[in-house]
T-cell receptor, first 116, second 111 residues
């Protein structure tokens, strides 16, 4: 089945530094990937849609200069949280469509970001 | 606001009992999906039901969809302690390919 690998699974960084999160589709090509953010005990909020070879589409209220998304290949999308602050601490999850009709979207295992 | 709303927010049952979770949404959809999330982990896809389908089964899972009421339900039969997790519905609208998630139901199955 379709597998999406997300790395790292957790990261602690100092305030003001940048953190890069990778999302890879291991056995299928994903022209589109999605990045979500999830606060504790809350639902997933879509941040942006990552399109291979073009600029990401950001949801309203998401700062594109703070959350840089790059989708340079059909199997890799990256999310960089720039100049991180404690309020950026959250669980970040990516997903991709495998294109299989009955399989919805495949999610990565998530990245727990803690900014201290 | 979120497209989907789920109830109950939390559900606690004994092992062997059935668990039913409901999801309501606001606009017309292409399909609706149910996911499970164990604490601190990513989401696992359970079932996708299309807008022209009314019911789907997968093992101990049964999903119904009522587009006239804009609602869906997820039934887990003969629950097990390992079913303890949060369950989310997600809807796909339009051609953007993105899913909008409900608030989730936290299920606790006591052994």
């Amino acid at each position: 089945g379709a597998v999406v690998s997300q790395h790292p699974s957790w990261v602690i960084c100092k305030s003001g530094t940048s953190v890069k999160i990778e999302c890879r589709s291991l056995d299928f090509q994903a022209t589109t990937m999605f990045w979500y953010r999830q606060f504790p005990k809350q639902s997933l909020m879509l941040m942006a849609t990552s399109n291979e070879g073009s600029k990401a589409t950001y949801e309203q209220g998401v700062e594109k200069d703070k959350f840089l998304i790059n989708h340079a290949s059909l199997t890799l999308s990256t999310l960089t949280v720039t100049s991180a602050h404690p309020e950026d601490s959250s669980f970040y999850i990516c997903s991709a469509s495998s294109g299989q009709a009955n399989y919805g979207y495949t999610f990565g295992s998530g990245t727990r970001l803690t900014v201290v | 606001s979120q497209q989907g709303e789920e109830d109950p927010q939390a559900l606690s049952i004994q092992e062997g009992e059935n668990a039913t979770m409901n999801c309501s949404y606001k606009t017309s959809i292409n399909n609706l999906q149910w996911y499970r999330q164990n604490s601190g982990r990513g989401l696992v896809h359970l079932i996708l039901i299309r807008s022209n389908e009314r019911e789907k089964h997968s093992g101990r899972l049964r999903v119904t969809l009522d587009t006239s009421k804009k609602s869906s339900s997820l039934l887990i039969t003969a629950s097990r302690a390992a079913d303890t997790a949060s369950y989310f519905c997600a809807t796909d609208v339009g051609n953007a390919g993105k899913s909008t998630f409900g608030d989730g139901t936290t299920l606790t199955v006591k052994p």
